[in-house]
């Protein structure tokens, strides 16, 4: 017959909490690994978000950046064409060009491309645009100079989009100097900012007097 003290004893385990072990570490060891992990894989991938962002960013800038040298570079070379030897300025070259014609050339790499290389006796209708109203090509020339009026077939180009086309998210702005330049703004709509401002002279603002 078992001693009352044993009985006593066994009755005191019984009442005392069981730890369940599993492989050796407390069922709340695990718990806590198991947050701690779920800590660091949440703030792994906030980085990760953070730092594909930024790439994806800095890709988009870049391109940007390369889509806008193009686009000024098309406008320089669509400058280099504004001519008003017909005594109407344009940036398409002339047709009609030769030594009887107020046009001695078509060719923009010419000096003779830009001014009218005569008054052209035939011409006896006022020229549009002028005042005083005159119907002597060079002096029409002169008049359009002097206002500036002579860089509005280039502002006119260059704000279609045809033209010269749009880089990605940004919208770009001509606007006319007054030393006879064209200052073409470029606005990054995705961060609300200027990120690049061109200044150009065409060659026919050389011609000027």
Aim: aromatic share 6%.
């Amino acid at each position: 017959m078992a001693s009352p003290a044993r009985h006593g004893t066994s009755r005191l385990w019984a009442r005392q909490p069981r730890v369940w072990r599993a492989g050796g570490f407390t069922i709340v060891e695990p718990l806590v690994l198991v947050i701690l992990l779920s800590i660091v894989v949440s703030g792994t991938a906030v980085v990760l978000t953070s730092v594909n962002r930024s790439s994806a960013e800095a890709r988009r800038v870049v391109t940007m950046d390369q889509e806008i040298d193009s686009s000024i570079a098309q406008i320089k070379q669509l400058s280099g064409r504004l001519t008003c030897c017909t005594s109407v300025c344009t940036v398409t070259p002339p047709t009609t060009f030769g030594t009887t014609s107020n046009c001695a050339t078509n060719n923009p790499l010419d000096s003779r491309y830009f001014y009218p290389q005569r008054d052209d006796p035939a011409t006896t209708a006022t020229i549009v645009g002028t005042s005083p109203a005159t119907s002597d090509e060079r002096a029409a020339v002169d008049q359009l100079c002097a206002s500036g009026a002579f860089l509005n077939p280039l502002v006119t180009a260059i704000n279609d989009p045809i033209v010269i086309p749009r880089p990605t998210g940004v919208t770009l702005t001509p606007a006319v100097q007054a030393n006879r330049t064209i200052r073409v703004t470029f606005f990054d709509t995705v961060n609300s900012r200027v990120t690049r401002v061109a200044n150009i002279t065409p060659p026919m603002a050389r011609w000027c007097p």
